[in-house]
C-alpha cells in the first residue's frame, strides 16, 4: 500500500439535527474517488472526530469500508487523550477494515517526549495497520522536533507516513528528510495553504481537507513532472480559494462541500461556530473566479 | 436529592495492564460509603474520564449504580468536546441509573461565553438528571465569570450545585453566592487545598478526590456547626497531606487509595506520570504523621 | 490626520551583533516613504519591540521623527505588561515626536474585559496622541470581541483606528462596523494575507510588515475604485509571496527587506530563529516569479 | 558568596497612583535584614518586573544596593523576552552594585532546548556576576527537563542557584540533584507551599516571597538540624497562612507586608488584581490564628 498523491481529509457530515448523514457521507466518499483520490483520511480535525460518540465512529468506519470497497487505502484518526484508548480505537478501526490509522499526541500538562515514543509504540502493538505520524501542533498544541520524529519513525516500522503540518512547513519538511533514517512518505496539509514550497521540498502528496481535490492532482502531476512554473500557475489561480478555506472554523469547508454536492448540510456540531457573516457572498465571488462556469457538483477541468 | 456534604470524587482503577479493575471499583465504592460519603461522583478528572472508551464508560456506571444501590446520589461526569456526544453521554447515564451528571465547558479556539450557555441548555434538554456546574480552568482552560456562571444557574433550572474550582475560590464562591438568584449548592474541590477559606464562604460541601472523606466530613461538620477553631485545628492536623496529594499528577492519589486497600494497583493509564521517584518515602512519613498508628484501611477517627 | 491607506510596519534592523543598525533604519523609513507610504508604524511585533530597551526604543523614535520629518503619520507601539508604563511609554513617544501609538492588552491570569476597558482609557489620559487599538490575538493571547472593542472605542475617543488581525478577519471587520457608533479606521494586518476578503469588507487600508507597499497600495486605490477584478488579479500575482511571508518567525521579513536594500542584515534578535535552511532558495524563486527583471532596490511597478 | 539560607523575594511598593514607593522599598530592605534574611531578591514575578520601565529598574537597584550595604548578596531579576536586552538589564545591574541576577526563559512560539542553553551562555558572557536559574513554569510557561537545567549549569559555571519552582518540586529537586554534575545551590520557592517535601530533598533554602522569613529560618534551621518533627510542626501551625497566601494574585502577599508594616499601600500596578472581596477577613482570622498577640510589625518569635 502507498500513502502519497492526494489522499483528501474527509469532513463528517451532519443533518441539521447534528445527528449523522450516512447517506451523504457516501456521497462525499464516492465523489472525492470519481475526482482521484488517491487514498481518503477519515475522523480526522476537518472530520470533528473529537465530537463524536465511539458507537459514531463505528458508524461512520463500517460505512466508508463498504463505500470504498478496498479502491483506495482508507485511513482512520485514533487519536485519543489516552493511550491505551488509542490502541483499542485502532484494533477497531482495523477489525472493521480500515487500511492504516493516523495518530497524533495528546498534550500533558508536563511535554516529555518519551512517552510520544511510547504512544507510538503501543498503538503500534495494538494493531498491524501501517501508521500515519501526523505532526500538526495547532490543533494539538504538542511540538514535536525533526529529531523527535525520525527518532520515532526510526523506532516504529509501522509509520508509514508523516503529515508534516508545523508552520514552516519547508524547513521541516526538509529536516525529516534529512534526519530519518527510514523511508517514510511525507504528506503535506494545512489545507495546502504552502502548496508551492511543500512540493518543491518533495513532498509524497496531500493530505489535507481542501475540496478540490482536482486542483491538488493537477499541482502534484506538474511537481513530480517538474513543471514548477505549472504549479505556480495553478497555486496563483486558486490561492484565494486555498487561503479562504483554511481560516479557522470548518463550517466554510463545509459550505464548499455542500455547494459541490457532496454533503446535504454545512451543518457544524457545536460549540463549533456556524458559516460566519458574509462567508456566502465572499464565496460566491471566490468560486465563480476559480471555475467560471463549471459545475462544481462534477469532477472540474483545471 | 441533595448535592451536599462529602461527595468523593472517584478514581478510575486499573490493573496493571491498564486493563479497567471493576473488582477494585466496587470495593472503593464500598469503601467510601462506609466512610461515610453523602454521594460520589464517578468519570471526572481524577477517574481519568478523558482516557476511557464509551464502552469503559458503561460498564463503570453500571457497576457503579449496581454497588451504591441507591443509598446517596451518584453524579457522573458527561464533559465532552462536542455538545452533542454530551448530550448523549448524560443520557446514556441516565438509562443506566445515574442519579446526577457533572458538565464542564470545552476550550474552544474562540472563547464565547454564548455557546457555554447553549452547551448547559442542551445537555439539559437531552436528560432529566440535575447537573453539576463543572467551573476547574485548570483542567478546561475555560475561563467562566462568575456573571456567566450566575447566567446559566439562573436559565438553566436542572442545574443543582456548582463544583466552585476557580482559583482564588473564596471570592469566586462570594461572588457566586450575590449572583445567582436561583438556590444551589456550592461543592469545594482541588483537593480540598483551600478548605478553611472554602468553608468560611459557606460552601454545602466538598466534591473533590482527597482520599480520606472522614477529615472532609470531619470538617464539614465543625463548620456547619460554627466551630472554625476546629475546621483550623483539623486543617493544620493535614495540611501536609492535602498539599502533597493536590499536587499535579494522580498517582499520588491513586497510591493512597491503594494504600487505604480501596484499590489494587495506582496504575495510571498512559500518557499519564507513574508516580515520582521519593513520593513513596514522602508519603510513608506523612501519613505516619497525621494517622499514627492507625489503620488506614478502615474508616479513620479524626 | 488620517490613518487609512498603506501604513507599514517596520523591521527593527540590527547589526551582526544584534545592535541597532540606525543607518538602516533610516534608509528603511526613507524607502517606505518613496514607496509611497502613508504613515509609518514602529515598534511593533516585527519591530521586535519586546525585546528592545527603553534606551533602544528612544533612540528608534527619535531617529524615526527626524528621518521622516512630518510627512506622513508616525504610529509608535507602546504596548507593555503593565497599564502604567504603557502610559510612561505613550507620554515618551509623545514628547519625542510620534504621531499616535499603537497599543494591544496584555494577557492576564483571569481574563477580564473590565481590565482592557481601563487599559486604553488610561492610556488616552497619559497622552494626547490618538490610539490605533490592535486586536492581535495570534501574539496577545487575549481575545476581544467585536461588542468589546465596539465598546472601548465608544468610550476612548482618542482611538482612531483598529488593527484588525483577529481571525477570521472578514467576519470581525463586519462586525466592528456595525457595533462601533463612532468612525474609526479599520486596517488590516498579518501580512496582507486576508487581502481581497478585508478589502471586500471596506478597510480604510494595511497596517502591516509586507514588504512590497507598491502591491498593497495598487490594491487599495483598485478596491477603492471598485475594480475588485484588479485586486483579485493582483492578489493571485503575489499570492505566494503574501503566503510566504507570513510564516511564523521574523527571519524571512528581514531577508526581504535586506534583499531590497533596505536593512543591511536580516539578523533577528536571539531567541527568535533565523531564516530556515531553504528559504533562501525558495525566496529567490518567488521574487524571480513575481517581478521579473525589476530592480527591487528601487520603486517597484505592480 | 553563598546563595543559601532564606532569601525572600521583594514586592515593589507602589504609592495609591503606582507611582513607585522608594521610602516603603526601603523599610521593606531593612525589614527583611533585619528579620534575618541571608539574602534578597528584588525585580522578580512578585516584583511585578514586567511592569516597570527600565528608569524605575535602575532607581529601585540603586535604592536597594544603598540600603542593603553588602551585609547580604543582592540579587536582581533580568529576565526578558529578548536574550540581548536580558544581557544589557544584568550589565547594568552589576554597573549598579547588585551581587547576582536572576534569569528565566521566555516562551517562544517554537520551543527549542537549544536556545535556552544559549540564553544562559550569552548572559553569562555579559555580566561577570553569578547568575540564579529560575525554573518557574507557572509563569514562564516554559518547560525545562532536569536534564536540560543540569546540561545548562554544567556548561555555564557562573550558575550558582537553581529556584527550583517546578511541579511537582521534590521528585524535580531530587532528579536536579542527580543529573548535575557541577554543585548549585537549590532553592525553593512557590511560596514555600512544598516546604517540608522540599526541605527533606535537601535544599539550600528559600527564594521566595513568603512574608514572614521567621518562619522560613525556623524551618531551614530544623531540617538543617534534622529536626524533621520541627518542620512539620510549623509548616501545620502555618500551612492554612502558607496556603492563603500563594494563590494567585499578588495583592494578598502585598496587603500582608503592609499589615506588618513594611510597605505602605498594598497596591497592585493595573492590570493585576486588587485585594479580593473577603479576603481582608480570611487574613485577619488567619494572622490572628498563627500569631496569636504578637506585634507583626517586629520580628516575630516561631
Not at 10 to 31: G, K
Not at 32 to 53: K, P
Not at 99 to 119: F, G, T, Y
Request: include cysteine.
Amino acid at each position: 500500500m502507498m500513502l502519497c498523491g492526494v489522499i483528501p481529509i474527509l469532513a463528517t457530515p451532519f443533518n441539521d439535527d447534528e445527528s449523522l448523514d450516512l447517506v451523504s457521507w457516501q456521497r462525499l466518499i464516492r465523489f472525492m474517488l470519481d475526482a482521484g483520490a488517491d487514498g481518503l483520511t477519515i475522523l480526522g480535525v476537518l472530520g470533528e472526530a473529537n465530537r463524536l460518540t465511539d458507537a459514531e465512529r463505528d458508524s461512520l468506519i463500517s460505512s466508508a469500508v463498504t463505500t470504498v470497497e478496498g479502491r483506495v487505502p482508507l485511513v482512520v484518526g485514533v487519536s485519543h487523550a489516552g493511550t491505551f484508548a488509542a490502541g483499542v480505537l485502532a484494533a477497531r478501526a482495523e477489525e472493521l477494515g480500515a487500511s492504516a490509522v493516523m495518530l497524533a499526541p495528546h498534550k500533558e500538562p508536563v511535554a516529555n517526549d518519551e512517552r510520544i515514543v511510547e504512544l507510538y509504540k503501543r498503538v503500534a502493538r495494538a494493531t498491524s495497520l501501517p501508521i500515519v505520524l501526523q505532526d500538526h501542533p495547532a490543533s494539538t498544541e504538542v511540538q514535536m522536533s525533526a529529531a523527535l520524529i525520525a527518532r520515532i519513525v526510526d523506532s516504529v516500522p509501522s509509520i508509514q507516513a508523516i503529515k508534516a503540518e508545523a508552520v514552516p512547513t519547508a524547513p521541516k519538511i526538509r529536516a525529516l528528510r534529512e534526519q530519518c533514517k527510514t523511508h517514510v512518505a511525507i504528506l503535506a496539509g494545512l489545507g495546502a495553504l504552502y502548496a508551492p514550497f511543500d512540493l518543491a521540498e518533495g513532498i509524497d502528496g496531500f493530505n489535507t481537507g481542501f475540496a478540490f481535490p482536482e486542483v491538488l492532482k493537477a499541482m502534484v502531476s506538474a511537481a513530480h513532472s517538474g513543471n514548477f512554473a505549472r504549479v505556480h500557475a495553478l497555486y496563483a489561480r486558486f490561492a484565494a480559494l486555498i487561503v479562504f478555506e483554511q481560516q479557522p472554523g470548518l463550517a466554510v469547508r463545509k459550505e464548499i462541500l455542500r455547494r459541490r454536492g457532496m454533503i446535504a448540510s454545512a451543518r457544524v456540531r457545536h460549540p463549533g461556530a456556524a458559516l460566519p457573516a458574509g462567508s456566502a457572498l465572499h464565496l460566491d465571488r471566490l468560486l465563480a473566479a476559480a471555475f467560471g462556469g463549471q459545475d462544481l457538483s462534477h469532477k472540474l477541468e483545471v
